[in-house]
Each structure stands twice: as structure tokens, then as C-alpha cells.
């Protein structure tokens, strides 16, 4: 089984100041993770994703997360925030042998300037 | 590249109609799915095919039927439209097969209201 919380329905950041959105998950088997972004009225990109490798992933536009398996997490950070950044993110798990992703709720970041 | 292609982009429909959204890769794929997403409630499964000449249930199949034509199509029918299927639809591909981590690949959605 898995699943996947993302701990924030809202994050509201200022222009330039640090994103932090947060994941958590749980899966029966060694997971993939993925963020996925979608703008407004958008279909959605993904962002970055993690499959074992370095536990510190770098993905597009800046965004980067670290995948913490003592803590079951995935959080999805950026050191300064662009307006642009202003989406819907989610935050994805599919467990080893899985053909399923299961999506988080997603968070809505919204950027004041 | 097209990459995913997903018709119509746009639809309206009476309380009992039927419509077929169709969803077409150029990826060369394995596996194909079908999302809708609703506000508050991220993206939920519908139906998948994991491979060509397979198809299974999601988490919320119910009024919905699906047909994986072959490799590139995977068509979504509803047989008689209600207004709680209004939604954004989403189809993706991807090559879970080879690859449990392999991503997804999305359209661009329809947006269908039920009156």
C-alpha cells in the first residue's frame, strides 16, 4: 500500500524569500518520488524525482528536494521565491513494483510581490 | 513534439448524455492512464493500462468505461453523464512497465461540465 500527505493545502511566501513545501509518505516498498507542478488552467510538468540515487535531488527552475527515509519525507524546497512560481504542486509516490502513482491534494503556493 | 494530445479540450453535456474523450501519445508508452481532479482532492485514478490489451479500475471507476485501442490510444466513455462527473480530465502516459519510476507524461486536460 501507499499513500502520500502533503501537509499543506496553502503556502504563502513573499517574492524572493524561501519556499518549503512539504510531503510526506508511505509505501510498503522501496518508492519513487516525484513533484509535479501545474499552472493555471495547465496541464502538469514535472519538477524532479527521486529513484534511489543521491537522496538530495536537483529539479527545473530551481527547485530542489530531499528525500528522507527516516522521517518519510519529501519535502520540496527553493531558496528564493519568483511570482512565477505562483502553482499547484504535488507531491507523488509509486512503490517498487507499482504500475500506480498516487497523488497527493496538492499545495497552492501563492507569491506576494 | 506532441507528446500526449487529449480531445476535446472543452465540454458540455446534459445530465444523461454520453461522450468518449479521447487520448493519444506519441511516446511509445506502455502504460496510459486516466485522472480526473477536483478541487481539494489532487488527482484521483480512474482506470489505467498498464500495457496494450490490459486496462483496470482505479480508485473511482464508477460511470466511467475505458478502451486501450492500441499502443498510442486510450479513449474514457461515459455512458450516461451526471453532474458529479464534472471535472478536469487528465490522460498520461508512461513507461511503468520498464520503469516503476519512470514519470508521468500529462495533456492538457478537458474540462467537462455536466448540467
Known amino acids: 500500500a501507499q499513500s502520500v500527505t502533503q501537509l499543506d493545502s496553502h503556502v504563502s511566501v513573499s517574492e524572493g524569500t524561501p519556499v518549503l513545501l512539504r510531503c510526506n509518505y508511505s509505501s510498503s516498498y522501496s518508492p519513487s518520488l516525484f513533484w509535479y507542478v501545474q499552472h493555471p488552467n495547465k496541464g502538469l510538468q514535472l519538477l524532479l524525482k527521486y529513484t534511489s540515487a543521491a537522496t538530495l535531488v536537483k529539479g527545473i527552475n530551481g527547485f530542489e528536494a530531499e528525500f528522507k527515509k527516516s522521517e518519510t519525507s519529501f519535502h520540496l524546497t527553493k531558496p528564493s521565491a519568483h511570482m512565477s512560481d505562483a502553482a499547484e504542486y504535488f507531491c507523488?509516490?509509486?512503490?517498487?513494483?507499482?504500475?500506480?502513482?498516487?497523488f497527493g491534494r496538492g499545495t497552492s503556493l501563492i507569491v506576494h510581490p | 513534439n506532441a507528446g500526449v494530445t487529449q480531445t476535446p479540450k472543452f465540454q458540455v453535456l446534459k445530465t444523461g448524455q454520453s461522450m468518449t474523450l479521447q487520448c493519444a501519445q506519441d511516446m511509445n508508452h506502455n502504460s496510459m492512464y486516466w485522472y480526473r481532479q477536483d478541487p481539494g482532492m489532487g488527482l484521483r485514478l480512474i482506470y489505467y493500462s498498464a500495457s496494450e490489451g490490459t486496462t483496470d479500475k482505479g480508485e473511482v471507476p464508477n460511470g466511467y468505461n475505458v478502451s486501450r485501442l492500441n499502443k498510442r490510444e486510450f479513449s474514457l466513455r461515459l455512458e450516461s453523464a451526471a453532474p458529479s462527473q464534472t471535472s478536469v480530465y487528465f490522460c498520461?502516459?508512461?513507461?511503468?512497465?520498464?520503469?516503476?519510476?519512470?514519470?508521468?507524461?500529462f495533456g492538457n486536460g478537458t474540462r467537462l461540465t455536466v448540467t
Open positions: 498520461a502516459s508512461s513507461d511503468a512497465v520498464s520503469s516503476y519510476n519512470s514519470p508521468l507524461h
Open positions: 507523488v509516490v509509486v512503490s517498487g513494483g507499482s504500475y500506480i502513482p498516487t
